[in-house]
């Protein structure tokens, strides 16, 4: 009775220990490459080294256990392989609720069309970012900017082709700012791009250079299955900057968004940059 118990205690183990490797497999498929992924992969290493600990003892010890005492290393294996499958399924799960938050974060602040911020986020970044140009006299610019004739897009070519067209122009600004800058869709076709550390002159260059951007850019509209239809957009940007008078959230998108109307007053596919508005 004493050997069966013994050696039962030592394969359920390794059993155990075989579990928590898949556990740990779920947790380090979930982890992008780092730091983070190393550890489990170096916990995946020891876990698979404790099973060949455990094939050994029963190797060695498979028929030597005749008294009750023989059972202290046995179940001190059983309950250590249960604890490093309750901490791997513990870890797994707090993962798993992390990724949950996070990925309900990023939905709460993010266009669902596009993946670039939405509006209530870039009100709450645009006050951060005047908060500091006020406290340490930064620069901060605004880009409001307009696709020009969008209407006639999805009129001609559906919904779902101007929908295409948003994500493709989005990303396409995207890559052309810096990181530290924020694009945000602020209604429509309409986004807004908060440029802080960056003067007046140095905001009309960069929407100069967005809007080359854009309309140097072919766009595809035809069906997934054959994009063979190709089009050419243009754009209108609205610029204010901080200084002035113009120092207010609302005074800040006030003047992009009559500076924006300007450019389109004006012909389209120009940039209007001009905080006297």
Known sequence: ????LSNSLVLVGILILLGSLFTVRRIILSLPKGRSRRSWLAMASLIALFVLGYLGYVGIFWA????????IVPGVFFFGACFVWLSTLLSLQTAMDIMHVTRLEKE????????V???????QRLQEEIAKARRYKFDLSLL??????????NDKHGHQAGDKVLVDMSTLV???????DILARYGGEEFLAIVPNTSPADANSLAERLRKRI??????VGPVADESEEIKLTVSIGVSSYGGSTTSQESLIHTADK??????DQGRNRVVADNSV
């Not at 995207?174 to 530290?180: A, G, K, M």
């Open 259 to 264: 500076n924006l109307y300007r450019a389109k």
């Open 1 to 4: 009775m004493i050997l069966l």
């Open 144 to 153: 409001l900017f307009d696709l020009d004739h969008f209407k006639f897009i």
């Open 64 to 71: 030597k256990h005749e008294a009750a005492i023989d059972l």
């Open 215 to 220: 309309e140097g850019h072919t766009f595809f």
């Open 174 to 180: 995207v890559h052309e700012l810096r990181d530290t």
């Open 117 to 123: 911020y939405n509006r209530r986020y870039m009100e």
């Open 108 to 115: 709460s602040f993010t266009d669902p069309l596009t993946g």
